[in-house]
């Protein structure tokens, strides 16, 4: 059983169209890590939430932490063919980080 | 700085051959890890250290050796390679405290790709 679910596990859109990336769990976490993944490339660290409620925005993209820090979103405004890539949260626990199996994202031009 | 450098980038073995992945960090690092990724499971912990002569089991150790005899290299050993390796391999380093969710960031390697027979 994962411990920390994304989903959808995959999404195909249109450019231009917006998107929210859910990654939930039943235990809360001491911060939340975002990172992106390209093919044959290792994950690259988007941003980290650390308090319950936060809210980070990096661009188009926006990042939010659960008040209660067993969820967290992320929500793609206007979509560009450039945002695909695979999604993958992390939380932290115990001073582990749980891994989410990911979420494949590709926009169509 | 290169970063976090592994090699090969694709090895094909055979089963019960041995091998081992490379992985290199030029950030003086104390921390490096090794995860497996799998379709549809995310990254799986293997192994990892805090810091030179110290490691440690993760998530799936079996049929996996470490040992940081530096603080740059820290290699990963298939004793006798099986199908159910077949898998992508990342290592991974960053600067404690790790996973104290100020920012400290894990910086991943490219890459091996494992094909057992």
């Known amino acids: 059983t994962q411990l920390l679910e994304q989903s959808p596990q995959f999404l195909s859109i249109q450019e231009g169209e917006n998107l929210t990336v859910y990654c939930n769990s039943s235990?809360?976490?001491?911060?939340l890590q975002w990172y992106r993944q390209e093919p044959g490339e290792g994950p690259v660290l988007l941003v980290t939430v650390v308090t319950g409620g936060e809210v980070k925005k990096l661009k188009r993209l926006t990042f939010q932490f659960g008040d209660a820090r067993k969820d967290s979103s992320l929500h793609i405004t206007a979509a560009q063919p450039g945002d695909t890539g695979l999604y993958l949260c992390a939380g932290v626990l115990n001073y582990q980080l749980i891994w989410g199996a990911g979420t494949k994202l590709i926009i169509k031009p | 700085n290169a970063g976090v450098t592994q090699t090969p980038k694709f090895q094909v073995l055979k089963t019960g051959q041995s091998m081992t992945l490379q992985c290199a960090q030029d950030?003086?690092?104390?921390?490096m890890s090794w995860y497996r990724q799998d379709p549809g499971m995310g990254l799986r912990l293997i192994h990892y250290?805090?810091?030179?002569?110290?490691?440690d089991q993760g998530e799936v150790p079996n049929g996996y050796n470490v040992s940081r005899s530096t603080t740059e290299d820290f290699p990963l050993r298939l004793l006798s390679a099986a199908p159910s390796q077949t898998s992508v391999y990342f290592c991974?380093?960053?600067?404690?405290?790790?996973?104290?969710?100020?920012?400290?960031?894990?910086?991943f390697g490219p890459g091996t790709r494992l094909l057992v027979l």
């Open positions: 950030m003086n690092h104390e921390y």
């Open positions: 250290s805090v810091g030179a002569g110290i490691t």
């Open positions: 991974a380093s960053s600067q404690p405290p790790a996973y104290t969710g100020d920012q400290e960031t894990q910086y």
């Open positions: 235990s809360v976490f001491s911060s």
